[in-house]
């Protein structure tokens, strides 16, 4: 695997170190919300980079269903869940597919 670096501020930094602190920042923001297994399961999922399969950090319903093993209605109750205590935003896409962003 090649090394990735960006410049921040005049300093090389390695891009595998910021995404374990932005991850880490994230879940120490949000530590204090009490969250079911798959509630953190997709999240982490978007936080790794969506598997490699996706090129943003748009999580629909269908997605959630299908990284959380579950059927569609329970990934609706997840995400409401998570929108009501403020972890999820939802995007204004407008159309049928809502999509998802996770609150940084």
Not at 47 to 68: C, F, Q, R
Request: charged share 20%.
């Amino acid at each position: 695997m090649k090394a990735r670096f960006v410049v921040i501020g005049g300093q090389l930094r390695h891009l595998w170190i910021l995404h374990c602190r932005y991850k880490a920042q994230f879940w120490q923001r949000w530590a204090g919300t009490p969250m079911i297994a798959r509630q953190t399961l997709v999240p982490n999922y978007v936080l790794d980079g969506m598997g490699g399969k996706l090129t943003n950090a748009k999580v629909t319903n269908a997605g959630w269903a299908a990284i959380g093993k579950c059927s569609a209605d329970t990934a609706l109750r997840d995400i409401n869940d998570l929108l009501a205590r403020g972890v999820l935003g939802r995007l204004e896409d407008g159309g049928r597919s809502k999509g998802y962003l996770l609150v940084k």
